[in-house]
Every structure is written in structure tokens, then in C-alpha cells.
């Protein structure tokens, strides 16, 4: 892993305190532990969305990890006290004409996507790929309730050359640079700031990730395709690109990916019933094979 600021690794789990904490969890917090040594993991809490995140949440998130026997540094960030930094950015990328305001609502989009001329709809990391209705409109018509997107094909114009980004996880491993054809097809006019949350999670986490000097951000493979949304934005932000460590999903008995909701493997659930921490990595190691 490539050095930190201060010649230190810096590794990061961030959670959204939405719900309990689950297998899934337990096993992106200790590769990222493991992936810090020696060097700093922190902990920040990802909880732009006010309306689903709970104080009681995130105090069970550090009672499950000093449980799980986790060590962090002792500085906490809380997206939700760096709205100012975010808007800083966010304007820096308004002020080179990448932005537009956006105020479509999802059935504009659905609708607008079901035009015979759309074709099939394409999902990307940010939801169904925007189709662009409100491309062009000046930043100065910008109402209190509108999004503000990314002008794709502008930021990418912006860019002599895309940076590329070192994948460290077994899934993807290797050396990867955005194709800039997906990047408009595949990934489209992303929102950076919410009508109702402010931030988009996309713009927070690069902008947190640099300001905190991570030098390789560990989740799971499910955010690996987000990653090159990341890198251009990284790149438009004149942010320094970390490493990437993508691991694999902890999946429920049916395949799919745990979701909070699935409380009977909520850490809390599993420890009531007389599982160890021990236990706990045994049945991750278990479930990825490790
Ligand atoms: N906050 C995200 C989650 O809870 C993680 C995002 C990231 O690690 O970049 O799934």
C-alpha cells in the first residue's frame, strides 16, 4: 500500500448508521484493520442522510466494533459537520461550468427514460443513468429545490487524461483507468448535491477520503464500478488518488448481498445468542472461504 501524507497507511471503514450492524460489516471493518497495519484506521460515519440515520445506531456501531476488539484512531468524522467543505467543492466544480441544476423528480426520469427513443434503461452507480433533461441550464437559474449534477461530457472535455487507480483486491486486481464512453453511457450526469440531503454520497467520500489523507480506501465489491466515477472526480478536484481495495460481499443463504434490514445476522442478534468475536471471523471466513 502506497504511503500517507505523513509516510503513515490510512485505512477507513464508513458505515451509515441506517441500521444494526451485520456480518457483512464486521468483515469490511477488520480488512480494513488489517489492511492498516501498521499504519491508522479510522472510522467515519457516513450519515448524509439524516432522515434514515439514528444516534442509537451509531452508538451501536462502536459498541459492536470494540466488541468485535477493533482499535480506531480516536478522531470520528461525521459527514453530517462537513456540509461547508462539500459545498466548497461543489462550487469549485460549479465555477468550471461542470454543474448544472437539475429539477427533475424520479417519475420525470422514469418517464423521460421510457421515450421510445431511450432505448432500454441503463443502472449505474448512481441509479437508472439520467437522460439529460436538464443539461445546459445555467447554474444562475438555480432554485432552493433543485439537484445539481455533473455535466458529464463537459468534465470529461475538462480533463487532458483520466487518471488511472491501483486495485488491490483479489476480485479486480490490477491497474485501472476509467473508459470515458462508460463514464458517459454507463455512468452519466451523476447528482453531487441533493434537493432534500445536500451532498451526494459520491462527492463526500472523495472529498473525505483526501482531506483525511487515506491512502487505501477497503469496502466491498459492490462499490468497485463506483470507483472510477471516484478517480474523476478525484481528478476534476485535483485530490490525490488513494489505492482501492474492493473485497468480496458477504451473502445471505439465498446469494444476495446482506442488507441491514436482515437482522438475524445483525452482530448484536449473533453476540445475544453467545457468539464470540471469535465466532464472528470464523463465520466470515467461513462464508468468503478465507
Ligand atoms: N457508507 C457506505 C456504506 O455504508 C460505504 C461507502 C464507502 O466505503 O465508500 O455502504
Request: charge should be positive; aromatic fraction near 6%; glycine fraction near 8%.
Amino acid at each position: 500500500m502506497a504511503a500517507g501524507r505523513a509516510g503513515l497507511r490510512r485505512t477507513r471503514f464508513a458505515p451509515s448508521p441506517t441500521g444494526l450492524l451485520h456480518l457483512g460489516h464486521a468483515h469490511a471493518a477488520l480488512v480494513a484493520q488489517g489492511r492498516a497495519d501498521p499504519g491508522e484506521f479510522l472510522i467515519r460515519i457516513e450519515d448524509l442522510d439524516r432522515a434514515r440515520c439514528r444516534p442509537e445506531h451509531e452508538a451501536a456501531i462502536f459498541r459492536d466494533l470494540a466488541w468485535l476488539g477493533l482499535d480506531w484512531a480516536p478522531q470520528v468524522w461525521r459527514q453530517s459537520e462537513r456540509a461547508a467543505v462539500y459545498r466548497a467543492a461543489l462550487v469549485r466544480l460549479a465555477a468550471r461550468g461542470l454543474t448544472y441544476p437539475c429539477r427533475c423528480t424520479r417519475g420525470d426520469i422514469r418517464a423521460a427514460l421510457s421515450a421510445p427513443q431511450e432505448g432500454a434503461p441503463v443502472a449505474g452507480p448512481d441509479g437508472l443513468v439520467y437522460p439529460g433533461t436538464c443539461r445546459g441550464r445555467p447554474m444562475a437559474e438555480a432554485a432552493p429545490g433543485d439537484a445539481i449534477r455533473l455535466d458529464m461530457r463537459r468534465a470529461l472535455a475538462a480533463l487532458p487524461r483520466l487518471p488511472s487507480f491501483t486495485e488491490t483486491g483479489a476480485l479486480h486486481a490490477g491497474c485501472h483507468r476509467p473508459d470515458p464512453d462508460w463514464l458517459v453511457a454507463g455512468c452519466g450526469d451523476v447528482i453531487l448535491w441533493r434537493r432534500d440531503m445536500g451532498a451526494a454520497y459520491h462527492l463526500a467520500v472523495v472529498v473525505d477520503d483526501a482531506a483525511q489523507g487515506i491512502t487505501e480506501v477497503t469496502r466491498g465489491a459492490d462499490l468497485f464500478e463506483a470507483t472510477f466515477l471516484h478517480v474523476l472526480l478525484q481528478a476534476l478536484l485535483d485530490l490525490p488518488v488513494p489505492a482501492y481495495h474492493h473485497h468480496a460481499l458477504i451473502r445471505d443463504d439465498a446469494g444476495k448481498r446482506l442488507a441491514k434490514r436482515d437482522d438475524a445476522r445483525a452482530l448484536a442478534t449473533l453476540r445475544a445468542e453467545g457468539a464470540s468475536p471469535a465466532d464472528i471471523r470464523a463465520m466470515i471466513a467461513a462464508q468468503i472461504g478465507a
